[in-house]
């Protein structure tokens, strides 16, 4: 085979004057800049590119644009692997290596071809009838099996070194489409003096231009379309975006579109493989023009059939002869110009018009010696491997060919018109479905429009353009000259949805290319019931591939119609939804991939942690310390050493990621007596106090401390998981509830770094660095509240205890937060003060029979907690009135309780249940369960916190603690869940 | 008593983004930064005389504005805001909490796009607004100053916000 | 989808959180509704094929909670109004 044999000498769009040498299947081959790689394949003879989904049968290049079902490639190698990549869209660069899918061992001899031989075993929903006995060989062979075989390309296991990039784009009219319509709305837009944006999905501008021989006031149409796109790109109000589709259409105007900035150069590390749009628009012109469709006959799928548009494409824009002795099998005369267009490259054109000749207005522009056959189709062509014969029907005459150009009809391409739900009309003059109501903010021009006499495209976008932009507001300064096109025959279309009668194999006359789809299936599913748009597509997967059955749905609907005797308008369409055509996961995730996915939160204190060894836990989107293992220390025994040095002496943790509230005003003490359980308005100032918030329903939300710093100045603690859901919550209750108390409030989060203080030394600690203020214990008693300055910087010191021991939380404006902490770990030295993280605190505030996060579930109420003597019975507050709720106040509620196994060195999980009865499983035998599970050093074996059916009634019971996913079951007892200093004399010392 | 230590940036130790043509990156450091949240019933004398005293104040919401000062402190501010204010407004320090990253040049509204869908180019000058890049809450502030921008981010959120504009550049 | 939010203008879906039925009001004397006007307070909700005012705080923003009028079929908006009621004068 020579070098690019089907090139033709002249013509065509593509640089000439260099070659580039490019890759398929491991064959050397050369190309032009300019080519995409179908359009270089042809150019050296290829036309076999992949087989089929299910048969494997050999398939070819089938068009020239996104809607390619049969040249599907796998692009590059490694990371860079990119499987089902159609052919058609890929521009070839220097180097491009490609390869065809879905065979084995070889494209030209695929050993699942067998599979075409089996095809009475595999017809549509085979699956729900065949595979089914013995029941065992499912799971063992036959959907492994399957499996294997599904599929079309193959993804790498490795990670894709490109990157990708996110942006956001404001217009005021979005144009999708820059062929003749879409050009000349933008142009109309733009000299309003609207913002336009427009994007394209090909390399250039032109649209369908770029493949017609057609003249536009005296010159070539492609080069016609490039002088508007110049002028387009010199306007500041314009943005032009080529290599772009814009995939998916979402509410509020929003567009989600993805650019191919860097597929076609060779890939280098600066240049961002993709860049995914979100795009902000008022108004929507759909130029998305239309995309033709097969006829339906027995072997339509063989390599050497294509779209009659797509050739002529293939002729006028790449300068290639995809064949030299053509069939042109149509319903309409638009593929007469590619008789034309073929018969002027060389290639002898027979036409098979399925149209009597009195209802052809095209035959004109053919050349003479073209021969034409009216009134008839071809039933059938021959040729496995590549096509070699036509056979027509009802003539029976035969036909040699090498290439078989078909044309059913064009399809307006409506899916942005209808993605935010608006349903298409079925047109029957034009034998289309229309988008009738597109709303306010949308309109169609052109193909997508179903108008198709060039000069009307052109006046139709026009003014769609000048519409859109009165939309806007920017009324149009006038009309400006249209230009003119060469006249050219009218559609004309007679429906033809499948060849009729003599069909010899209605399994081979294919529908759905893609998913090997046939007229047979659609036959079946019709018989079995399924006859319905809805139901056939998900029966026989016709349109589920991934071109989502561009070139299958229409005739479907026509062939679906017709089985059931009904006109189409009554058949409906399926949905169509985002996304349009495949967008790679890498352009949706942009930047935000690995460390980047999303944010981490450090404290002021996060550097001294990372130094000193620290190991981290999420908590949120936090980082904070889980424990600062020593050396040859493991997680247990940190944290055992790390409780134990608190509760023997002094230890210090960081607990900056507490919500902090700052409170205002006189109806402060006011507002949180309506917000919490307990009463704050009245306490005096420089105190703390515990407080628990309800949600409306009576359940517990949140606890934390609430200070009050002056008269009307306050100061709240939430827990870190719930503090932006507390202030949303205050700020609901101040903005709807009670617009009228005299309250200001913010977050001050960020604003302080927090740390806690905590055992028996740490008084002495504190001492040796608080300065201004005297922390005695009658000074400075349980619960006061303080102010002093450490190491130069101002500390708020409220003596607070979450551990049990003695204990103060330091506060400090968290630009001094590392300082102050490293004050006090200096001044701690002579006692050996150790840093302790989440863990040990999780530890010693089980020991103390603290609830937290685990108890606070949102099905547990003040009184399950045991906390129902904090609740006021004299004011309102959130949840004080569901409290009281018959189902809320029984004996038998999960009420919390402590545990701890009967076996001294037996362990149990969080979340096991406590059973009665050994043995004896089932959702109704559960008396409660395990909400936190740690090991106490304190008391030297494990204890929990549990939720107990009556469980204060039920002290010094035993029960199993029941985990059958460890396949555990361990005997507890129930005890008060305060294990240590019951009475709290250590924090009040 | 030892002196006052100078507050620790959340960026020490992390690099700053390279400057680039037609686009500066660079942290302001100490700038104040107090909320207030009006009453109700009262709204607040004129504002106007604040910018020439060295403080920027903007409506953020309803009832509520962000001001910032590079020339006076927390107590400075405050001060100089209570005499326009008077009782009508609870003033909050937000200055530890957050840090101001001010980016400025003509790439600065293309950068920004990157991370956000606000049509930033229509933000009135010398306004500012709170929304979210990247999951990130931020308060963007619009110059005078043609192309200079001031973003406000909260201090935990800091290296990650850098990491985004570095990638964003 | 934008939400209108009236003091910053239109703003992403994703700058705000949804807060649920706007039509139910708390019982403007919490101490002596019954417990049919609780439960239906807080349990009872109309689920409308078609306008549905609701409430959204535009936590990502101002932070102001909003009152927005929705068609449950097609998301377009018709109103969005502050929660908080105006008459005190605190728009400056």
Redesign the interface.
């Known amino acids: 085979m020579s070098r690019q044999s089907n090139r033709l000498h002249q013509g065509g769009l593509i640089d000439r004057t260099r070659e580039i040498s490019f890759t398929f299947d491991g064959r050397a081959l050369t190309a032009h800049p300019g080519d995409t790689l179908s359009s270089a394949l042809l150019a050296n003879g290829i036309h076999l590119t992949g087989r089929s989904f299910k048969y494997h049968r050999p398939r070819g290049i089938y068009t020239a644009g996104a809607e390619e079902p049969n040249a599907l490639v796998t692009l590059g190698n490694g990371g860079r692997t990119a499987p089902n990549t159609p052919a058609t869209m890929v521009e070839v660069y220097e180097g491009l290596e490609a390869h065809s899918q879905n065979r084995w061992p070889s494209l030209k001899f695929d050993l699942l071809a067998v599979n075409s031989l089996l095809k009475p075993f595999f017809p549509a929903g085979f699956y729900y009838k065949t595979f089914m006995w013995p029941r065992s060989f499912w799971y063992r062979l036959y959907e492994p099996m399957i499996r294997r075989a599904a599929g079309l390309g193959t993804l790498a296991n490795e990670s894709d070194p490109d990157h990708y990039e996110k942006a956001h784009a404001q217009c005021d009219v979005l144009i999708v489409g820059a062929g003749p319509a879409g050009l000349m709305a933008a142009r109309e837009a733009a000299h309003s003096g609207t913002s336009v944006l427009l994007a394209d999905d090909h390399s250039f501008p032109g649209g369908h231009l770029t493949g017609e021989a057609i003249e536009i006031d005296g010159q070539p149409c492609a080069p016609w379309a490039a002088g508007i796109s110049d002028e387009l790109k010199d306007m500041e109000n314009v943005r032009l975006i080529q290599r772009t589709t814009v995939y998916g259409r979402y509410d509020g105007m929003t567009f989600g579109a993805v650019e191919r900035v860097g597929d076609h150069l060779v890939p280098d590390s600066a240049t961002p493989r993709q860049r995914s749009w979100t795009i902000h628009a008022k108004q929507l012109i759909n130029a998305t023009g239309a995309i033709e469709r097969p006829l339906v006959f027995t072997g339509n799928d063989r390599p050497g059939v294509m779209l009659a548009g797509a050739a002529r494409v293939y002729v006028n824009r790449f300068g290639v002869l995809p064949g030299r002795n053509v069939v042109v099998f149509t319903n309409n005369d638009d593929a007469y110009r590619t008789a034309r267009d073929l018969s002027q490259a060389g290639a002898t054109v027979t036409l098979v018009d399925s149209r009597a000749e009195e209802k052809v207005s095209a035959r004109g522009i053919l050349p003479e010696h073209v021969e034409v056959h009216f009134g008839q189709c071809i039933s059938k062509v021959k040729g496995r491997s590549h096509v070699h014969r036509a056979m027509l029907a009802p003539s029976g005459t035969e036909l040699d060919c090498d290439l078989v150009c078909v044309s059913g009809g064009w399809t307006p391409s409506l899916h942005l018109l209808s993605h935010v739900g608006h349903r298409p009309i079925w047109d029957e003059a034009r034998t289309c479905f229309l988008m009738k109501e597109p709303g306010n903010d949308a309109r169609a021009a052109g193909g997508a429009a179903a108008t198709f006499d060039l000069n009307e495209v052109l006046s139709e976008g026009a003014k769609a353009g000048r519409a859109a932009a009165k939309s806007c507001g920017h009324g149009s300064p006038g009309n400006s000259k249209l230009p003119k096109a060469e006249n050219l025959p009218a559609y004309a279309l007679e429906p033809l949805w499948r060849v009729p009668g003599s069909v010899s194999r209605a399994d081979a006359a294919f529908v759905d290319l893609q998913n090997d789809v046939t007229v047979a299936d659609l036959e079946l599913a019709q018989r079995e019931g399924f006859g319905h748009a809805e139901h056939a597509k998900r029966y026989t997967t016709l349109g589920m591939a991934t071109d989502q059955g561009k070139l299958a749905n229409m005739n479907a609907l026509g062939i679906l119609a017709e089985l059931q005797g009904c006109p189409i308008a009554e058949t409906g369409t399926t949905t169509f939804r985002p996304l349009t055509a495949p967008v790679a996961f890498g352009a949706i995730a942009g930047q935000t991939r690995g460390k980047a996915f999303r944010p981490v939160r450090h404290s002021a204190m996060h550097h001294w942690h990372e130094i000193h060894n620290a190991v981290f836990t999420h908590a949120g989107l936090w980082m904070r310390p889980y424990y600062y293992p020593r050396k040859g220390e493991d997680f247990a025994a940190a944290v055992k050493r790390e409780v134990l040095s608190v509760r023997s002496s002094v230890g210090m943790v960081d607990v900056s990621t507490l919500g902090k509230i700052e409170l205002k005003g006189p109806d402060a003490g006011v507002f949180l007596d309506r917000l919490y359980i307990n009463s704050f308005s009245r306490m005096r100032v420089n105190r703390a106090r515990y407080g628990v918030m309800l949600r409306e329903d009576g359940m517990v939300f949140d606890d934390g401390t609430v200070s009050r710093l002056g008269p009307d100045h306050y100061f709240i603690t939430v827990t870190t998981a719930n503090a932006s859901a507390v202030m949303q919550h205050m700020e609901f209750c101040h903005q709807v509830h009670w617009p009228q108390l005299d309250v200001q409030f913010c977050t001050v989060s960020e604003a302080w770094a927090a740390m806690a203080v905590a055992g028996p030394n740490s008084r002495d600690v504190l001492a040796r660095t608080v300065k201004g203020l005297k922390l005695d214990n009658d000074t400075f008693p349980f619960m006061a509240v303080g102010e002093g300055t450490i190491a130069g910087a101002p500390a708020r010191i409220f003596r607070i205890s979450f551990s049990g021991e003695l204990a103060y939380e330091v506060y400090t404006p968290a630009g001094f937060g590392a300082g102050v902490w490293e004050a006090i770990m200096e001044a701690g030295k002579p006692d050996g003060i150790t840093s302790y993280g989440t863990e040990a605190m999780t530890v010693m505030r089980t020991e103390k029979g603290h609830v937290a996060g685990p108890e606070l579930d949102g099905r547990t109420t003040a009184a399950d907690l045991g906390l129902g003597q904090m609740m006021s019975t004299r004011k309102d507050f959130i949840g004080r009135w569901m409290t009281d709720r018959s189902g809320l106040a029984g004996k038998d509620r999960l009420q919390l309780v402590g545990l701890k196994p009967v076996r001294v060195d037996e362990t149990f999980h969080m979340g096991a249940h406590l059973v009665n009865d050994q043995g004896v499983t089932g959702v109704d035998v559960s008396q409660g369960h395990i909400t936190t599970s740690v090991y106490s050093p304190t008391c030297g074996h494990f204890i929990g916190l549990a939720l107990l059916r009556s469980g204060r009634a039920r002290s010094g019971e035993q029960l199993y603690a029941v985990s059958p996913l460890h396949d555990e079951s361990v005997t507890v007892e129930v005890v008060n869940p305060v294990f240590t200093d019951p009475n709290g004399e250590k924090m009040r010392g | 008593m030892a002196d006052k230590p100078t507050p620790q940036s959340p960026l020490k130790r992390h690099s700053q983004p390279a400057p680039q043509p037609g686009l500066s990156v660079e942290e302001v450091p100490g700038m104040t930064q107090v909320q207030v949240i009006l009453r109700k019933h009262k709204g607040p004398g004129p504002l106007e005389g604040l910018a020439k005293d060295g403080v920027s104040i903007c409506t953020t919401g309803p009832g509520e504005f962000w001001a910032f000062s590079e020339q006076h402190d927390t107590h400075g501010t405050e001060k100089r805001l209570g005499k326009v204010l008077g009782e009508s407004a609870s003033l909050f320090d937000q200055s530890h909490g957050r840090l101001v990253l001010r980016i400025e040049g003509p790439g600065a509204l293309e950068v920004l796009a990157r991370g956000t869908p606000l049509d930033l180019a229509k933000m009135p000058a010398a306004s500012a607004t709170h929304t979210v890049i990247e999951h990130i809450p931020v308060l963007i502030a619009r110059h005078r100053t043609t192309g200079r921008y001031d973003i406000s981010v909260p201090r935990s959120y800091a290296v990650s916000f850098i990491a985004w504009l570095a990638e964003a550049i | 989808?934008?939400i209108p939010c009236p003091?910053?203008g239109?703003?992403?879906?994703?700058?705000f959180?949804y807060?649920g039925d706007a039509s139910k009001k708390?019982?403007k004397h919490?101490?002596k509704?019954s417990?049919e006007a609780?439960l239906d307070?807080?349990?009872l909700r109309d689920n409308p094929a078609g306008k549905h005012t609701e409430?959204w705080?535009h936590?990502?923003?101002?932070?102001?909670?909003l009152k927005v009028t929705r068609d449950t079929?097609?998301?377009e908006i018709s109103k969005a109004v502050?929660?908080?009621?105006q008459s005190?004068?605190?728009?400056?």
């Open positions: 989808m934008r003091w910053c239109d703003r992403p879906l994703s700058e959180t807060g708390r019982p919490p101490e509704a417990a609780w307070y807080v349990y409430y705080h936590s990502g923003g101002c932070r102001a909670w079929r097609s998301h502050l929660a908080r009621p005190d004068g605190a728009r400056s």
